[in-house]
Nanobody, 124 residues
Framework: QVQLVESGGGLVQAGGSLRLSCAASGLAFSWYRMGWFRQAPGKEREFVSGVSRRSFITYYTDSVKGRFTISRDNAKNTVYLQMSSLKPEDTAVYYC?????????????????WGQGTQVTVSS
């Protein structure tokens, strides 16, 4: 079956960095647009960043532009989210998601698959 397994979350001070990884199995990874969502306590899940199948197109929500970088390695079936200059408001559970088809840019809607999530906590 399809599995998306996130790793790399943790506790970091404001201004610090973390690198999230999402290892995918059970799917034709290079056919899927990949993305990262996050959900903070009491808030709706929001789309943070996405990368097209061959990395030609990336998307970032305004609040993370210039601080986060998404990348993927199709040979390793893995997508990454490099997060720098972290702020307390970045604290959330971060979820990896995969979608086959749909638009290659913009907000990802109705992903086909989700990871289990990894907690990121940024202390002030």
């Amino acid at each position: 079956q399809v599995q998306l397994v996130e790793s790399g979350g943790g506790l970091v001070q404001a201004g610090g960095s973390l690198r999230l990884s999402c290892a995918a199995s059970g799917l034709a990874f290079s056919w899927y647009r990949m993305g990262w969502f996050r959900q903070a306590p009491g808030k709706e899940r929001e789309f943070v960043s996405g990368v097209s199948r061959r990395s030609f197109i990336t998307y970032y929500t305004d609040s993370v532009k210039g601080r986060f970088t998404i990348s993927r390695d199709n040979a390793k079936n893995t997508v990454y989210l490099q997060m720098s200059s972290l702020k307390p408001e970045d604290t959330a559970v971060y979820y990896c998601a995969a979608k086959n088809g749909g638009q290659a840019m913009g907000v990802m809607t109705s992903p086909d698959y989700w990871g289990q999530g990894t907690q990121v906590t940024v202390s002030s």
